[in-house]
């Protein structure tokens, strides 16, 4: 039986980051290897989750940073492991697991190497030292891959056109890591109960935004946007932590909207949330492709949000919302304003992201890989042959 080996960060849980390479890799009748940091999991936390989706967990010590020192003892771990259990196949994903992945592959020799890049550091409008530094690494990786993965447009293109992959390799457009968009269904009594909890009054409409608070994030602009609006009515609710946040409290402070701007720290209670809201607003100046945009959409909110990479492949053409460049605050506040004057727009609109969502949904992006592994793999015709009877059965 054939094994694959997937490569990511840090993890102490399984997600949809990995389930659904887990269900196309079992459809193919190959077993599936997972390799992290999983220092932070207790191991019958670990032992649990390798019988619930007959996998196998590996933790080696990788850093999110790719000059960390622990690295390089990550890399000697991957390759004795790969060793030890003939390893097959590779699908190595994020800037570091994919530096480590590719190396790995290269000193075992692997069949095949796939890299799935969840958002290149050089994009459209990015900064030149980007272009300087992980440009020319991701060119002298491609030499290590068979095949590329790419979720978003703008990627799958540059890397038609700027990375030559070994022996000719494919790239592919796969659409995320999949969302069970069935989880974002809540009732109406569920809209209800949070929205008496955040104290928000009938007439009140709620924004919500989710992420960390750092500078790409940009919510310098979003809360901009609420205060140009100079619509009482909003309600912007900010989940999330991070450096930004004594910066962020301080412009609430000098804009003058402290009663309109909420920072909710961290929350378990996402679901929930996105039911009580009633715009998503994005105003991000770099993504791949936004999971919290997908949740948003899934919940049936419209979105108004910055016109990047990502985004644009989430909410172009969907009638589901706005896009407005990344800094642009008075576009923003103007759709704003227009939204929450017209209760029936925003309906119109969320009914549109919740049709636009499922080209994203877990299935298709199963469905997607498992053609990517079958094309990629060592999968004979015999086999195929057999799957497709099994299947109709």
């Given at each position: 039986?054939s094994?694959?080996?997937?490569?990511?960060?840090?993890?102490?849980?399984?997600?949809?980051?990995?389930?659904?390479?887990?269900?196309?890799?079992?459809?193919?009748?190959?077993?599936?290897?997972?390799?992290a940091?999983?220092?932070?999991?207790?191991k019958s936390?670990?032992?649990?989750?390798?019988?619930?989706y007959n996998?196998?967990?590996k933790?080696?010590?990788?850093?999110?940073?790719?000059?960390?020192?622990?690295?390089?003892?990550?890399?000697?771990?991957?390759?004795?492991?790969?060793?030890k259990?003939?390893i097959?196949?590779?699908?190595?994903?994020?800037?570091t697991?994919?530096?480590?992945?590719?190396?790995?592959?290269?000193?075992?020799?692997?069949?095949?190497?796939?890299?799935?890049?969840h958002?290149?550091?050089?994009?459209?409008?990015?900064?030149?030292?980007?272009?300087?530094?992980y440009y020319?690494?991701?060119?002298?990786?491609?030499?290590?891959t068979?095949?590329?993965?790419?979720?978003?447009s703008?990627?799958?293109?540059?890397?038609?056109?700027?990375?030559?992959?070994?022996?000719n390799?494919?790239?592919?457009?796969?659409h995320?890591?999949?969302?069970?968009?069935?989880?974002?269904n809540?009732?109406?009594?569920?809209?209800?109960?949070?929205r008496?909890?955040?104290?928000?009054?009938?007439?009140?409409?709620?924004l919500?935004?989710?992420?960390?608070?750092?500078?790409?994030?940009?919510?310098?602009?979003?809360?901009r946007?609420?205060?140009?609006?100079?619509?009482?009515?909003?309600?912007?609710?900010?989940?999330?932590?991070?450096p930004?946040?004594?910066?962020?409290k301080?412009?609430?402070?000098?804009?003058?909207?402290?009663?309109?701007?909420?920072?909710?720290?961290?929350r378990?209670?996402?679901?929930?949330?996105?039911?009580?809201?009633?715009v998503?607003?994005?105003?991000?100046k770099?993504?791949g492709?936004?999971?919290?945009m997908?949740?948003?959409?899934a919940?049936?909110?419209?979105?108004?949000?910055s016109?990047?990479?990502?985004?644009?492949d989430?909410?172009?053409?969907?009638?589901?919302?706005?896009?407005?460049?990344?800094?642009?605050?008075?576009?923003?506040?103007?759709?704003l304003?227009?939204?929450?004057?017209?209760?029936?727009?925003?309906?119109?609109?969320?009914?549109?992201n919740?049709?636009?969502?499922?080209?994203?949904n877990?299935?298709?992006v199963r469905?997607?890989?498992?053609?990517?592994?079958?094309t990629?793999?060592?999968v004979?015709?015999?086999?195929?042959?057999?799957r497709?009877?099994?299947?109709?059965?």
């Open positions: 039986m094994k694959i080996l997937f490569i990511s960060n840090i993890s102490n849980r399984i997600t949809s980051f990995v389930t659904a390479s887990i269900s196309a890799a079992h459809s193919l009748d190959i077993d599936f290897y997972h390799a940091n999983w220092q932070d999991a207790e936390q670990i032992e649990i989750y390798e019988k619930m996998i196998k967990i933790s080696v010590p990788i850093s999110r940073n790719p000059l960390a020192k622990t690295n390089l003892t990550a890399y000697k771990e991957l390759v004795e492991f790969i060793k259990e003939n097959d196949y590779i699908h190595c994903n994020t800037p697991g994919g530096i480590l992945g590719r190396l790995a592959g290269k000193k075992c020799k692997v069949k095949r190497v796939i890299y799935q890049a958002g290149f550091h050089f994009y459209k409008g990015a900064p030149k030292k980007n272009w300087l530094v020319p690494v991701e060119k002298w990786l491609a030499r290590y068979d095949a590329l993965i790419t979720i978003n703008e990627d799958f293109e540059l890397a038609k056109a700027k990375l030559k992959l070994r022996k390799g494919k790239v592919y457009y796969v995320g890591v999949g969302i069970d968009t069935a989880q974002y809540l009732s109406e009594k569920s809209r209800e109960e949070k008496l909890e955040l104290g928000l009054g009938e007439n009140d409409v709620a919500i935004s989710m992420g960390d608070l750092i500078e790409r994030k940009n919510y310098d602009s979003a809360i946007a609420v205060a140009e609006a100079n619509t009482p009515a909003l309600q912007y609710f900010i989940c999330g932590k991070g930004e946040e004594e910066n962020l301080a412009l609430v402070q000098s804009l003058g909207v402290a009663e309109q701007i909420h920072f909710l720290g961290f378990s209670d996402i679901k929930e949330l996105l039911t009580a809201a009633d998503f607003l994005f105003t991000t770099q993504e492709l936004p999971r919290s997908m949740e948003a959409m919940s049936g909110l419209p979105c108004v949000a016109k990047i990479r990502g985004n644009t989430l909410l172009d053409g969907t009638d589901g919302g706005y896009l407005c460049e990344a800094t642009d605050v008075s576009g923003y506040a103007e759709r304003r227009l939204l929450a004057s017209d209760k029936a727009l925003r309906e119109t609109m969320g009914r549109n919740l049709i636009a969502v499922q080209k994203f877990t299935e298709t469905e997607e890989l498992r053609k990517v592994y079958e990629e793999f060592d004979s015709a015999v086999e195929k042959e057999m497709n009877i099994y299947a109709e059965v």
